[in-house]
């Protein structure tokens, strides 16, 4: 069965860290790319970040650029995002999405089609 189960949101005030884990089961950490993606309410889900399961530079949104690092640990199929210096336009839920798009790492939420239940991240001022 595949699966992608997100831990570590919660809350933190603005300036502080978290770090998001993203647990892969059945065929999903097999899939060449793994992102996270957040959705704010009332709004369409947006790529974060992105990276690809064999090497090479990960991708990221500029809104994160230099404060967010996304990372796999191939040994526990787990994915993560580590989240500094947050502020509270980062308050959305948080997934992670694993898939093979045809146009490489991409952060386009159109192009996964495996996706987690998602994790709320709330920071406040």
């Known amino acids: 069965q595949e699966q992608l189960v997100e831990s570590g949101g919660g809350s933190v005030q603005a300036g502080g860290s978290l770090r998001l884990s993203c647990a892969a089961s059945?065929?999903?950490?097999?899939?060449?790319?793994m992102g996270w993606f957040r959705q704010f309410p009332g709004e369409e889900r947006e790529g974060v970040a992105s990276i690809s399961t064999g090497g090479g530079s990960p991708y990221y949104d500029d809104s994160v650029k230099g404060r967010f690092t996304i990372s796999l640990d191939n040994a526990k199929s787990t994915l993560y995002l580590q989240m500094n210096s947050l502020k509270p336009e980062d308050t959305a839920v948080y997934f992670c999405?694993?898939?093979?798009?045809?146009?490489?790492?991409?952060?386009?939420?159109?192009?996964?089609?495996?996706w987690g239940q998602g994790t709320q991240v709330t920071v406040s001022s």
């Open positions: 059945g065929h999903t950490y097999s899939s060449a790319c």
């Open positions: 999405a694993a898939d093979m798009p045809p146009a490489g790492c991409t952060v386009v939420a159109g192009d996964y089609n495996y």
